[in-house]
């Protein structure tokens, strides 16, 4: 009998030893879903990437609908987390929304790569999009009139942009544009344009602009002398708990493993 007992006991500590092992082992599974900013498409999409190639398991998906979106999506439980390049409204934070700063990017002032102009203040850029300036000319560039473009109202580049520059509800925009590409894209394609865009996004077809004799790059933003900047947020309910594999993500992206990621999409890690 005393043998008997023993090997069940025996066997009921490996059944232990081998569930706990399996515990350990459990294999990530499930989606992690964003949606917001269309400014941090680069960022998030290459830390997204990422976590999926380290769990296969787990499906990532990124929805841009730009910032206010994003916000709103969070709150009405739409989407695991909200993506802002913007601060919270004080509205915002008192409906239970809590920010985390993921990155911060400069916001680019960019031009035709045919425009002459290269290095602009903020004071006249301010002058440009409230329409005291309407002539490249008096500017140093050709005799011909700016042409001004935007993102539309709600945009967190547009929030960032009008408050640095001290223009908000002042700008006398030709087009609002609904997305980061589609403000790049047309100023790509005319030569009096000027537009602003996040610098993560900008390409070689068009030009990004010195301000006050600093060009926008990951060191001048991370030192603060380039001063058209603004944070990469993330949106979550402050009072409900993510999902596990959401809480991974966001554990993921915010420790020291996701910063040169961050970085080689455009803009610097607020963990670094």
Do not use: H
């Not at 926008?216 to 058209?228: A, C, L, Q």
Request: aromatic share 6%.
């Amino acid at each position: 009998m005393k043998t008997i007992k023993k090997i069940g006991a025996i066997a009921l500590t490996a059944v232990m030893a081998v569930t706990a092992l399996t515990g350990c082992g459990k294999k990530l599974s499930g989606t992690v879903a964003t949606d917001g900013s269309t400014s941090m498409e680069k960022v998030i999409g290459a830390l997204g990437e990422q976590f999926e190639k380290d769990n296969d398991g787990v499906t990532f998906t990124y929805n841009p609908t730009g910032s206010s979106s994003g916000i709103q999506a969070v709150s009405e439980g739409r989407c695991d987390i909200g993506l802002a390049s913007r601060k919270l409204k004080d509205e915002e934070k008192a409906n239970g929304l809590k920010e985390t700063v993921l990155a911060y990017d400069g916001i680019a002032v960019i031009v035709n790569p045919e425009n002459g102009v290269s290095d602009l203040k903020v004071e006249e850029i301010a002058d440009i999009y409230t329409g005291k300036i309407t002539n490249w000319k008096d500017v140093g560039g050709s005799d011909a009139e700016i042409v001004l473009i935007g993102r539309e109202a709600g945009s967190g580049t547009r929030d960032g942009f009008e408050e640095i520059t001290k223009t908000k509800d002042s700008c006398k925009y030709r087009q609002e544009l609904t997305s980061t590409g589609d403000v790049i894209t047309t100023v790509a394609g005319n030569p009096n344009a000027i537009g602003y865009a996040s610098l993560a996004s900008v390409k070689d077809n068009v030009k990004a602009l010195k301000v006050g004799g600093v060009a926008p790059s990951e060191s001048t933003v991370k030192d603060g002398s380039y001063v058209i900047q603004r944070p990469f947020e993330l949106i979550t309910k402050g009072d409900k708990a993510l999902s596990e594999v959401a809480q991974k993500f966001f554990d993921y992206v915010t420790s020291d493993a996701a910063v040169e990621l961050i970085a080689n999409a455009g803009a610097v890690a607020a963990k670094g």
